[in-house]
């Protein structure tokens, strides 16, 4: 065999026949996603939904399946952005086989996942979402009697340092400016300013006050790792009995958990019908203590679904004067469902589906962090990281992986039991062969072993000693 040596980039060679072209068979966990999106003829589905949005004759756009395949590949890589989807897509032979690339065929930019999220109404996306959960209510992965919410913070592409007062566009230096002047520091420096700022009483940053110039409905808020930033509050309703989630959206940031888990509710029930055909009824809803709002529960035990809401310990003696009725009956009863067994069951339930959906499809699956620019906006891009998020549970019930990553650990699992069962194989051989030996040896040392053997040879010949 001779030496094989490196070409530069000029030697290469200028007309390639596509039948030389490398492909690539393929990602088994792709493959298996293929199959179930094309035995619900998902393609077909997107394609007429998508339909009046072009006009006849123009130039062919990218297909619906492929942008939709392409924001799963961010989930399922763990790709926040969009343009790093592209990349990735680009460089991966077997991601091109998943979208269904020819092997001459460019695949889409980024720009051009831009263009068809920005044609596409939020309201599409939502009917492709219920179309998400037919397939998980085919598979037997759909119930929705009982259903847990909570909430997260996601990360907002905007920068605290860039907020301005709503009142005058002020920026924080020039406010900062303007107050250390009042107090009696004249000309500040950049130093003075942050030492006054970090000294000063009646420090604080409300939403009332500042906004971003670059991205208005971002809220300033905590995040997840104890700062403060501009961000959005993304809120799920999962199936506590499939872990399927049944509704997602996101929401600003400073809006009240009380008020938003009636929105939730309601689209959750919604998806439920449309996905089901049927009269698919919410029983129960489970939420923690940042939930209970005696107006929600009052509403939700209007609508006969019962709650299991964390209450507020609270010392203070409440009054029902001036409440309408029905809404002191509604608390007490909440009350006395979660310190039953059932409701501790079922909040110990909650605190693991719920929080699993928010690492899978915030942490390890790129939602976390947004890229994009304004609420309707990321409110789709989430709800398409949660359609995937409900795909790799469907795909986790069919062959036992959620995510591409979980198939080579699965492998390596695998592997290393087989060759744990073949060692003890090797062994208990091995043991067995010794027995025989020591079996021999004591036949012909002792006297009574002989006479036993000689009484019953053919005994003996039959265990093959």
């Not at 924080?172 to 420096?189: H, M, R």
């Not at 940042?290 to 010392?315: C, F, M, N, Q």
């Not at 409440?318 to 006395?336: L, M, T």
């Amino acid at each position: 065999m001779a030496l094989g040596r490196r070409r530069d980039q000029f030697q290469q060679e200028l007309m390639v026949p596509t039948s030389a072209l490398p492909r690539s068979p393929g990602h088994p966990f792709y493959a298996a996603l293929n199959k179930v999106l094309s035995e619900a003829k998902f393609d077909a589905y997107v394609e007429g939904l998508c339909e009046p949005l072009y006009r006849d004759g123009g130039r062919p756009s990218i297909p619906p399946g492929v942008f939709f395949r392409m924001l799963f590949i961010g989930y399922f890589e763990g790709i926040d952005s969009q343009r790093g989807i592209a990349w990735r897509c680009s460089d991966s032979l077997s991601l091109r086989t998943f979208l269904g690339l020819k092997p001459t065929e460019l695949s889409p930019e980024h720009s051009s996942l831009t263009v068809i999220r920005k044609r596409m109404p939020k309201e599409l996306i939502e009917q492709v979402f219920a179309f998400v959960l037919k397939i998980a209510f085919e598979k037997k992965l759909l119930k929705g009697k009982a259903i847990g919410v909570d909430a997260t913070t996601l990360e907002a592409n905007a920068a605290m340092k860039s907020i301005v007062r709503r009142d005058g566009g002020a920026t924080w230096k020039q406010y900062l400016t303007k107050l250390a002047k009042e107090a009696g520091i004249e000309d500040p420096t950049d130093d003075q300013l942050r030492q006054f700022d970090r000294t000063r009483k009646g420090k604080k940053t409300s939403n009332d006050d500042w906004q971003s110039p670059s991205d208005p409905d971002a809220r300033i808020t905590k995040m997840k790792d104890g700062t403060t930033g501009l961000g959005y509050k993304a809120e799920n309703a999962v199936d506590l009995e499939t872990e399927i989630v049944v509704a997602a959206d996101v929401k600003p940031a400073d809006a009240a958990d009380g008020e938003t888990v009636k929105d939730t509710v309601v689209d959750a029930q919604g998806n439920l019908n449309d996905a089901t055909k049927q009269e698919c009824r919410i029983a129960e809803v489970v939420a923690d203590k940042g939930y209970h709002k005696t107006e929600t529960l009052a509403w939700l035990g209007e609508r006969g679904i019962r709650t299991y809401v964390a209450p507020r310990r609270d010392s203070r003696k409440r009054r029902w004067d001036d409440k309408p009725d029905g809404w002191r009956e509604a608390v007490y009863e909440n009350q006395r469902r979660t310190d039953r067994e059932k409701g501790k069951q079922l909040q110990r339930r909650r605190a693991e589906v719920v929080e699993r959906s928010f690492a899978h499809v915030c942490t390890t699956g790129g939602a976390r962090r947004s890229w994009i620019r304004g609420l309707a906006e990321v409110g789709k891009r989430y709800l398409v990281t949660v359609m995937a998020h409900n795909l790799g549970v469907i795909l986790r019930k069919l062959i036992g992986v959620g995510k591409p990553r979980e198939w080579a650990s699965v492998r390596s699992l695998l592997t290393t039991c087989k060759a744990l069962w073949s060692t003890i194989l090797v062994v208990l051989v091995a043991t067995w062969r010794r027995i025989d030996e020591i079996a021999d040896r004591l036949q012909d040392q002792l006297p009574w072993a002989r006479e036993h053997s000689s009484a019953a040879p053919e005994a003996a010949s039959s265990t093959g000693c």
